[in-house]
């Protein structure tokens, strides 16, 4: 899944997998004509799914990101400066390449809490959804919700899919978690909606905990970053495989053959330690 503030633009991801299913997701800007057009760039390109997020219509405190001054482009400083010397590998490759970019947009800089302000709809509602859907062929997935009255509504509201998330906790201190509702979204929603969940997914133990919660299946976020920061593609496979190989080592230690036989154990099948 591409995301609108990715560092490679709808087209270039398209062309590096011209054979994988492409996902794009949305942040719905103030200016929906500019949005129209993403989407538009996205169907053109091949891309099925539209995924709707609805949890960062204003930016978290993110302090971290303040305190490191995270920006896009990055800004060169003294630190950044200092840090580059510490690792020379990394600057010699972010040199030998472009530096990371909003490619989806046009020419922009400052911080991501900036760029959330300036752009993105604080206002987006279910009448929102209601005009992607008519503008948006393919299936619809709502992302950000942590509610079975939410999930509820936006499928009425023309939503295919509820994808269950508080944002890897970065919008919200203190959100829920989304393993902790998935159970009654499943309730609310029925056996037919597909319901995907991110969030607090860290290892296959996670993974088989919220399937057997109700969901249909999970999203990694930190996993694959980590690995690709680490080692890059080789990286990235690697933290892959040590979530399947997790995933495998539980349902065999649980005595279920498939995924399927999961649903329904409920999240006391791995209770959560400590």
Known sequence: MLSTMGTRSIEHVADAAPGARRWFQLYLRRDRAASLALIERAAAAGFDTLVLTVDTRVPGQRYRDDRNRLSMPPRLTLRTAAQSA?????????LAHDAPAMANFGPRSGSVTDVVSSMFDPALSLDDVRWLRGNWAGP??????????????????????IWLSNHGGRQLDRAIAPIEVVGAVRAALGDDIPLLLD????????????????????????GYMYGLMAGGRIG??????????????????LGVRTTAELRGRGTAVLAPTG
Not at 201 to 220: C, E, N, Q, T
């Open 86 to 94: 510490l690792h020379p590998a990394w600057s010699l490759d972010l």
């Open 140 to 161: 619809i997935v709502v992302k950000g919700v942590l509610s079975a009255t939410d999930a509820e509504r936006f499928i009425d509201a023309g939503a295919d899919a």
């Open 199 to 222: 969030s607090g997914i860290r290892s296959g133990l996670d993974v088989v905990a919220a399937i057997a919660a109700g969901a249909d299946f999970v999203f990694l976020g930190r």
């Open 236 to 253: 990235v496979e690697r933290a892959l495989d040590l979530v399947a190989d997790e995933t495998l080592s539980t349902m065999q230690l």
